[in-house]
């Protein structure tokens, strides 16, 4: 195993992936996620810590924080909704999820990907009420403008559509 995407990017000691390299990784990403959403499965903390690599540098899915939904959408199980600020839908209610949220996420976790780093960059970790920024930007829709390959993508995916 690679670990994560978020240490591959962050810790390796390498250069960022090639674009090729994270070309491929987003299409995977998204289609982990389509492929549980048609099982009825939420994620609730889609991140890079959350996609591992394998041997080949092919994205798995893991750790599920997670919701098993009914045909009809009733919540059957709960593992509640657990993504860290950078990767959160805004909502009233921190623990309610849907695949719009989902989607949210994989778009900001996208963003990190093709970018080598997350969403406002400019807010620093740890200094006082910075995950409140990140939350009142996201909820403003002052979604970040750098330009990837996958920028209209990203926007979809925060645009919840």
Not at 21 to 27: G, M, N, Y
């Amino acid at each position: 195993m690679n670990g994560t995407v978020a240490e591959y990017i962050l810790e390796s000691g390498n250069p960022l992936p090639s674009v090729k390299q994270r070309l491929c990784w987003c299409p995977e990403a998204a289609g982990a996620v389509a492929w549980i959403h048609t099982r009825r499965v939420l994620h609730c903390d889609i991140q890079p810590t959350n996609l591992l690599l394998d041997k080949d540098l092919h994205i798995k899915l893991a750790d599920f924080q997670g919701r098993h939904l009914s045909e009809d959408g009733k919540v059957l199980l709960d593992g509640w909704s657990g993504e860290p600020s950078r990767f959160c839908c805004p909502r009233d209610d921190d623990f309610d999820a849907d695949v719009k949220t989902d989607l949210f996420a994989l778009g900001c976790t996208i963003y990190f990907i093709m970018m080598g780093y997350a969403v406002f960059p400019d807010i620093i970790d740890g200094e006082d009420g910075w995950y409140k920024q990140v939350e009142e930007r996201f909820r403003q829709g002052k979604f970040p403008r750098d330009k990837h390959t996958c920028s209209a993508v990203t926007l979809k995916c925060w645009q919840k559509e």
